[in-house]
């Protein structure tokens, strides 16, 4: 089993930065990719970005150019920056973790509120 806990939600207004962090431990051997995933009330859960053992990266078209992931893997730390939010960016963050040809997300986080306002 991998545990993780994530920090770092909050309420910011629109055009503010947040940086979310997730920290694995267990048998994190197991893992050979994390990632953020979010649910906005009333919608599904969605892959919002990976990162690989290795440092290879995905993110969903509405993010990129505005979030960064990146990982300090001394620490089984994954990172989530988060620049130029919007209302719409505004969801329950989860972390996640699993085998990337698996989709990342064996493991789940219990999840940091981000709230954006205009």
């Known amino acids: 089993q991998v545990q993780l806990v994530e920090s770092g939600g909050d309420s910011v207004q629109a055009g503010g930065s947040l940086r979310l962090s997730c920290a694995a431990s267990?048998?994190?051997?197991?893992?050979?990719?994390m990632g953020w995933f979010r649910q906005a009330p009333g919608k599904a859960r969605e892959l919002v970005s990976t990162?690989?053992?290795?440092?290879?990266?995905k993110y969903i078209d509405s993010v990129k150019g505005r979030f960064t992931i990146s990982q300090d893997n001394a620490k089984n730390t994954v990172y989530l920056q988060m620049n130029s939010l919007k209302p719409e960016d505004t969801a329950m963050y989860y972390c996640?973790?699993?085998?990337?040809?698996?989709?990342?997300?064996?493991?789940w986080g219990q999840g940091t509120q981000v709230t954006v306002s205009s």
């Open positions: 990162i690989t053992s290795d440092g290879n990266t």
């Open positions: 267990g048998n994190t051997y197991t893992k050979n990719c």
């Open positions: 996640a973790a699993g085998t990337w040809i698996l989709g990342c997300n064996r493991y």
